[in-house]
């Protein structure tokens, strides 16, 4: 007796017209999932749900972590948006976000490296998200339902914003913020954008990754090695080739080949947040290239000569002005003979990189108490550099007592590069807030 088996219990039926197996699901109205076109076009057999709800399921937290770091790193920065202080239309913003006074002072400066480096280092995972759900690009017909039609230019949304973050992300560390168009108001509307169309899409395809993950298992696929690697069954989405070409790299090793890439980014990046021996690795660390020599030895941002310092600004004529319910006027020596308090504390450019030494000076709240600031004043730096509008520091900020106008550092006179004769230099601040040169501080009523 012989037994016909019903199409579904056979492996895998192929329709002789339609090329197609007859018991493809199909989507609620019954009809056949999309295809790229043309057909054969993505043939890779490791492509399918479990493989892209992997590679997403890695991306949440990692995106996560970029996001809090980022929106922390911006509002370090200022509260609203509008340009880079200290020039450029945020420059009358003081700082409005402090790290509690009990953080450490380096606090800032992890959460602006792990931004950084983190950004990077997600990227190879995001390309082959990407990669994973090419076929999509190519199915037609394009959209088949108004729903169809919204989730496709959501998708390219989601693409493009990631694409954007990643691309000004990653100028900005190579060149600061000389782009045509402000970076920090793409970067951070691009992370807006990005960041409610990432949660939508992760929220919407869910119930895929709970499917792929309870019919393949989380970890499962990555058991397999090349001779196991088969492709997933056909799948609503048309991730799955319909004529899977034979596996040339298992699921594993794709993801290997991934975790290398991030890895070897990591290797060549951490580096510049971290410092230290880590830094000659540092291939993208353009800038901070500028040292100085022997207690002054860390990256420099902009040197003297760039910002146009001449002698005469900082030589035997130079004095501090600090003016609040009275104006008082101090030569180097005079500063050096009062009260100096010594801080560990972290320069954190923006660039990515950063830099902790030892900075000694008279501390912030000191000036302030000798100028009679008034209550809640805020504080306006002025440097001798040419063109440079005041930096305005929060009350909060300079009464920490840990923020200093330093004249030293590392026990040495502070180097022409590094803001002689004296400089701000302050905790959990974005390091451009340090101003360099300074010969003003100016407390005023807000
Ligand atoms: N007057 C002045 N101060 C400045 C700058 C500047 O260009 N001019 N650059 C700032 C930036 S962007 C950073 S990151 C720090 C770097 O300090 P460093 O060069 O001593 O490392 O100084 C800040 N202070
Ligand atoms: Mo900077």
Redesign the pocket.
């Known amino acids: 007796m012989s037994v016909t088996k019903s199409p579904s219990q056979r492996r895998t039926p192929v329709d002789r017209v339609s090329g197609r197996s007859p018991d493809l699901p199909s989507d609620a109205e019954g009809r056949a999932p999309l295809e790229p076109s043309p057909r054969g076009l993505w043939r890779s057999p490791i492509r399918g749900p479990w493989l892209t709800s992997f590679l997403g399921t890695l991306l949440v937290p990692g995106i996560t972590v970029i996001a809090l770091t980022g929106f922390i790193d911006h509002w370090a920065h200022y509260p609203q948006l509008g340009g880079d202080a200290p020039v450029g239309p945020g420059a009358d913003i003081p700082v409005l976000f402090h790290f509690p006074a009990s953080w450490p002072s380096w606090s800032y400066a992890v959460a602006q490296g792990t931004h950084v480096t983190l950004g990077l280092v997600v990227f190879p995972i995001v390309l082959a998200k990407l990669w994973s759900v090419m076929p999509k690009l190519f199915q037609r017909p394009m959209v088949r339902s108004l729903a169809g039609a919204v989730e496709r230019i959501s998708l390219l949304g989601l693409v493009a914003s990631v694409l954007v973050e990643f691309v000004t992300g990653t100028l900005d560390m190579e060149q600061g913020t000389s782009f045509g168009f402000n970076f920090n108001t793409v970067h951070y509307y691009g992370a807006w954008i990005f960041g409610v169309l990432f949660v939508l899409h992760a929220c919407i395809k869910l119930p895929v990754v709970r499917r792929a993950y309870r019919e393949r298992g989380v970890l499962k696929p990555l058991m397999q090695g090349l001779a196991q690697t088969k492709p997933e069954p056909p799948d609503e989405g048309g991730l799955v080739a319909s004529n899977p070409a034979a596996p040339t790299i298992s699921r594993r090793g794709l993801l290997a080949m991934v975790g290398g890439a991030s890895l070897s980014i990591l290797g060549v990046q951490v580096g510049e947040s971290i410092g230290g021996p880590l830094r000659s690795v540092a291939l993208l660390a353009p800038r901070g290239r500028v040292f100085g020599t022997g207690p002054n030895d860390?990256?420099?941002?902009?040197t003297a000569a760039w910002?146009q310092i001449s002698s005469r600004m900082t030589g035997a004529d130079w004095r501090l002005t600090v003016v609040g319910a009275r104006t008082v006027s101090f030569t180097r020596e005079q500063l050096l003979a009062m009260p100096q308090s010594s801080r560990t504390l972290t320069?954190a450019?923006?660039d990515g990189w950063s830099?902790t030494q030892l900075w000694t000076g008279v501390s912030l709240a000191t000036l302030a108490r000798l100028a009679g600031a008034p209550g809640g004043a805020i504080l306006r730096a002025v440097?001798v550099?040419p063109g440079?509008a005041p930096q305005i520091i929060s009350p909060a900020l300079y009464r920490d007592e840990r923020s200093l106008l330093a004249l030293r550092v590392n026990g040495v006179d502070i180097s022409l590069?590094?803001?002689y004769p004296a400089r701000v230099i302050m905790p959990n601040v974005p390091?451009?807030f340090?101003?360099?040169?300074v010969h003003e501080l100016r407390f005023e009523a807000a």
Do not use: R
Not at 298 to 302: A, I, S
Not at 434 to 437: E, I, S, V
């Open positions: 860390f990256p420099v941002t902009h910002a320069i450019c923006t830099t440097s550099q440079q590069d590094h803001g390091g451009n340090n101003t360099k040169w």
